[in-house]
């Protein structure tokens, strides 16, 4: 039981009260449930009036035992409906859009996973890991004998300047950290590019609050009718037997736009489940063994015999599967004009050819000698161009303490282009097509805007591809189902449909997603194959970072994505 708890409430608000910018407090307690309820719900009452920009609370909790999927006991608790599955990773979930949010931890390694900048800390015992975590002055909540937090606090120059004996609660103070200012009012930011990934992030920093200015080209001649309206791709977990990096951070990719984009389900996505069919080698024999060897929950991923497996796609499937129940069809197309088409967003169709980030004001240059100003942010977007947009703007490099210049963005070294085609095949033809995603050394997606979308052609280093037989007879080659027609069939019955583009990947295929080190510049780029997956969450770890809110995904993996990563 908590000490005291309506007292300690109202000190919690005081300090939100008192605060500028994004209040967080983390809880590694047996007393979680109690104090983490008390806590939404008191603060629901506050948030539901008028609140400046910039506030918010965030509420951090992580276990207080050995095992890390901890869940609450008491059925009325305000976040059982939304409890998380029991999947290693960090679980956002907006009780009030952006305002008050908590983040439920399931890491081993609890507190050296989080990147976040704590305010107050309810501890059953206090450790040196968290002291990371604490802004300059902070609050600790513990039973524990305060000789034990006086020794841990030492380890970071800590002192104890206040102590309520009553509320186990301890005053601690650093001045000699920095201390991080957020803007009382909302930043002004520029986003350049408005693919999916450009998309995504000018729609939350505008959900936010912030004002956003969207460039691109495209929006001179956006897709319209046929192409638009069958417009069609896949968001599927990426799923390794070694649960690698590249899963997990496709599982916190898939999570976010599940999350962030279900209120487009039934105008742009399509939450109809992905079926994997078991092959003898590849990628659906290595999810096959993943299934065995990982135990994770049967909402998210479970074997299915070739009968359950035809009962769930509605085509005969001879073999065994896998099927992923968050898996969906989405339409490219239209989820770009659903996240650009909001008041907050003003739209140019200038290209952008430099940045000039010297200046506490960031000014941008086109190719037409115009010039954009007064930005606090700029996001560079832009796929397989970013780098270009770099190097005219002289941040391609950086200079050592050596005085040796080196490229600011090392993995820009094997940034290259892969393109790929798919082909439209009209619904009627094969059945009205299938209820699920079905994949393979494929994909095979559901019926929209009267045709099914078939994929997928990997070339390296093509920057011009185009849609040609070859292409559809490779990828027919790759669905796990026997059609009554081939690719010359289709062609002589519709021509050439379908649709060619250039993704940019680098080694390893994972995104680039991130500030440049000493600028307010960040890179959401080489999103490759996988650009509806990684697209909800780059534009989650931006915002966040622009916010001082705590990151969505743990310190290894944003590493992993960080442009100064090697």
């Known amino acids: 039981m908590f000490v005291n708890l309506p007292e300690f409430l109202k000190k919690i608000l ?63 608790h305000v976040l059982k409906n939304a409890w998380p599955l029991p999947m290693s990773g960090i679980n956002r979930i907006d009780i009030l859009n952006f305002k008050l949010v908590v983040h439920i931890v399931y890491d081993e390694y609890g507190w050296d996973s989080l990147q976040a900048e704590i305010d107050v800390f309810i501890v059953d015992e206090p450790c040196k890991n968290m002291m990371r975590l604490a802004v300059s002055n902070i609050y600790v909540y513990t039973p524990s004998q305060v000789s034990t937090l006086e020794e841990i606090a030492s380890f970071k120059q800590f002192k104890i300047v206040h102590r309520n004996s009553e509320l186990n609660l301890y005053q601690l103070s650093n001045p000699h950290i920095k201390h991080k200012c957020i803007q009382a009012q909302p930043s002004n930011i520029a986003v350049i590019g408005a693919g999916i990934a450009g998309a995504s992030i000018a729609n939350l920093l505008s959900k936010k609050g912030h004002k956003v200015d969207l460039f691109d080209p495209k929006f001179n001649d956006m897709p319209t009718g046929e192409v638009f309206e069958t417009s069609a791709g896949a968001i599927t977990p990426v799923i390794t037997a070694d649960d690698s990096p590249k899963s997990r951070i496709s599982r916190a990719g898939v999570l976010r736009a599940r999350t962030r984009w279900q209120c487009y389900f039934g105008q742009a996505l399509n939450p109809c489940g992905t079926l994997e069919v078991d092959r003898d080698k590849g990628y659906a024999k290595s999810l096959a063994q993943a299934v065995e060897m990982l135990n994770f929950p049967d909402e998210w991923i479970r074997r299915v015999t070739a009968e359950e497996a035809t009962s769930i796609s509605g085509f005969n499937i001879n073999r065994d599967a896998v099927f992923l129940p968050f898996g969906m069809q989405i339409s490219p197309l239209k989820i770009i004009k659903l996240l650009t088409d909001l008041e907050g967003i003003n739209k140019f169709t200038n290209r952008i050819l430099s940045i000039d980030a010297s200046c506490p004001k960031i000014r941008l ?12 942010y700029v996001v560079i977007a832009s796929a397989i161009k970013t780098p270009e947009i770099l190097a005219t703007s002289g941040l391609d490099t950086v200079k050592l303490k050596s005085g040796q210049c080196v490229q600011r963005v090392s993995k820009f070294g094997t940034l290259h282009a892969l393109s790929g085609q798919t082909l439209r095949v009209p619904a009627e033809l094969v059945s009205g097509g299938p209820k699920c995603v079905i994949g393979g050394l494929g994909y095979f997606l559901p019926e929209m805007g009267g045709y099914c979308v078939m994929g997928s052609t990997y070339k390296h280093n093509d920057l011009n591809p185009e849609v040609s037989l070859e292409g559809h007879q490779s990828i027919l080659s790759k669905i796990p189902i026997e059609f009554d027609f081939d690719a010359e069939d289709l062609v002589r019955l519709q021509g050439l449909k379908g649709h060619a583009c250039v993704r940019a990947v680098v080694n390893g295929r994972t995104p680039l997603i991130g500030r440049l080190k000493d600028t307010n510049v960040f890179l959401a780029c080489a999103y490759g194959s996988h650009g509806m997956t990684w697209a909800s969450l780059g534009a989650e770890i931006i915002g966040a970072e622009i916010g001082l809110e705590p990151s969505p995904l743990s310190r290894d993996l944003l590493r992993i994505m960080a442009p100064d990563s090697t």
Not at 37 to 62: P, R, W, Y
């Open 365 to 376: 240059k086109t190719e037409d000698n115009d010039f954009f100003e007064g930005y606090d």
């Open 14 to 76: 005081k300090i939100y009260q008192q605060k500028q910018g994004p209040t967080v407090v983390a809880i590694k307690s047996t007393s979680w449930e109690e104090v983490s309820g008390a806590l939404i719900q008191e603060f629901k009452k506050v948030l539901n009036f008028n609140v400046s920009f910039e506030k918010s609370l965030h509420i951090i909790l992580l276990s207080p035992t050995k095992n890390i999927f901890f869940k609450p006991s008491n059925s009325s």
